[in-house]
């Protein structure tokens, strides 16, 4: 299995277990609040890992060009969406609210191959179509739907839009620092939504319940969202995106084996659904003969046809390993992902 794929695939893991987790620690505080205090546990904790990692403070290694990609996915993501999400939430039911979050895939996708030309075949769009009816036979309501407006479904959509834009912003930023990235992200989301709950009135818990929150914040949503910088800078924003939408199946099978949860018809048909699109995604092979124009950037990499390239530094040859290095124009053929290095026209 491409390396990617498993970073996407583990990202989707670690998400979907975190709401049964929170369960199962028995948090029992708004969504918002509960959100925000994940979102805060992902950003402070990866904010020390970091400073471990680096010994200290480091530069963010964001060139000026960056920064707006940066800002734009923050205040989409971090920002905009969480707003977004809590206003939809108090005009309509969890379930339908469930149900619209499937948009996300579908918006990411769409934002992806159309706006920012990122290549996708039928066979991406039929995976991707496979695990989209997956995911909203999931979260369909089992019993009578309410009577409701159409401003709070409205609103749920209008979040989804905003992290799908979130996502693709953040694809133009990945192959710079998957844990500053996560890390501020996290940071920003956290103190909005805990922001958000706490002026509509919410209690935090007991310190006993928030440490482990906080900790299954920085595994489901931190740790998550590295996989997730990481799975955009070797797959694109549209395979990402995919692969990560089975979060919800992969939460509701860890539900079922931690909290004993019984199993539906719906859980094995969405799984199989699931499972062809996943399938359909593990089976591309997209190779044609393809020009890589002059580039420049910086993020960890081996000295493969891709990086053929001296350095004006003294190095011991370990590989992998990350510094500023400049590409030259090649022109040839292999399999290839819409990667950070394979952002070409067709």
Avoid at 28 to 53: E, K, N, Q
Avoid at 107 to 113: E, H, N, Q, S
Avoid at 188 to 197: F, I, K, S
Avoid at 242 to 259: M, R
């Amino acid at each position: 299995m491409n390396l990617s794929i498993f970073y996407a695939l583990s990202a989707a893991a670690l998400f979907g277990a975190s709401t049964p987790l929170a369960k199962l620690l028995g948090v029992d505080v708004s969504p918002v609040l509960l959100a925000g205090l994940l979102y805060l546990g992902s950003g402070v904790g990866l904010t020390i890992v970091r400073f471990f990692r680096d010994r200290g403070w480091q530069a963010t290694g964001l060139t000026a060009g960056e920064w707006p990609w940066l800002i734009g996915a923050i205040a989409f993501g971090g920002v905009l969406g969480p707003v977004a999400l809590m206003f939809g939430l108090t005009l309509t039911s969890g379930a339908t609210a469930s149900l619209m979050l499937n948009l996300e895939s579908v918006l990411t996708a769409l934002l992806a191959w159309l706006v920012f030309k990122e290549n996708a075949d039928r066979r991406i769009v039929a995976g991707m179509l496979a695990i989209t009816v997956g995911g909203v036979i999931l979260a369909w309501p089992q019993g009578p739907a309410q009577a409701q407006g159409w401003i709070g479904p409205l609103a749920v959509a209008l979040a989804c839009a905003c992290w799908a834009i979130d996502n693709n912003l953040t694809r133009k930023i990945s192959a710079s620092d998957a844990l500053f990235i996560a890390g501020i992200k996290g940071l920003v989301a956290g103190a909005v939504n805990c922001t958000l709950a706490l002026l509509l009135g919410a209690k935090l818990p007991n310190i006993a319940t928030l440490a482990p929150t906080l900790l299954v914040g920085f595994l489901g949503y931190g740790i998550s969202l590295v996989l997730f910088v990481l799975a955009l800078r070797g797959l694109g924003t549209a395979r990402t995106g995919a692969y990560f939408s089975t979060a919800p199946f992969l939460g509701a099978a860890i539900a079922i084996v931690l909290l004993g949860e019984p199993v539906s018809v719906t859980f094995w048909i969405a799984a199989m659904l699931m499972g062809i699109g996943v399938w359909i995604h593990l089976r591309e092979n997209h190779a044609h003969e393809h020009q890589h124009d002059p580039l420049s950037h910086d993020h960890r990499h081996i000295h493969d046809e891709h990086h053929q390239h001296e350095h004006d530094f003294e190095w011991d040859g370990s590989e992998p390993h990350s510094h500023y290095h400049q590409h030259a124009q090649i022109r040839h053929s292999h399999p290839h992902f819409p990667d950070i290095h394979h952002r070409h026209k067709h």
